[in-house]
């Protein structure tokens, strides 16, 4: 009888193994994928702020005439992004060093941007303009979209990290290298952890 039970067992550990390893890399995937399809999405709403610029700029040029300098750090700062966009951003949320020059391009945008409407504050004609009053409300809109989408693509990475680092789904992301690297998150921009400082 015990030569029956053996092989029985054997084929049933086999099985459960088996059955692991497929539940295991199946989680690991949908998870994968969670974090690709979060990464869409931050790319998106960067790309509608991107869009959102040129008529922001076109508009706030219509109106007033004040120095060029604000238009050219506009316009620089929005090419130093498109430069990490050409490059590809497809692999960014496994390459931290990546991910973080492409926040900085993106955090020099909105330096850029914050001092372009900072500029159009003594202008007021321009301030009552319902067209800049439109565009200012969607740039608005786009930042508390970009915190959103960066906070769900950071939870959605740590989902995928914690699964791909515990025990024992770690042997099995092991056994498929780069495949499932471990995912890279939008940290505090420098200087961030300072309040800023309201002087009137």
Known sequence: MNTRIVPLVIVLAIVAIAGWLVSSYNTLVALDQGVQAQWGQVENVYQRRADLIPNLVATVKGVANFEKSTYIAVAEARARVGQVTIHGTENLPTDAQALAKYQAAQDGLSSALSRLLAVVENYPDLKAN???????????????????????????????????????????????????????????????????????
């Open 130 to 200: 319902e067209n800049f009053l439109d565009l200012q409300s969607q740039l608005e809109g786009t930042e508390n979209r970009i915190a959103v989408e960066r906070m769900r693509y950071n939870s959605a990475a740590q989902k995928f990290n914690t699964m791909r680092l515990s025990f024992p789904t770690n042997i099995v992301a092991g056994m498929f290298g780069d495949k499932f690297k471990e995912k890279a998150y939008f940290q505090a921009t420098q200087g961030a952890e300072t309040a800023p400082k309201v002087q009137f």
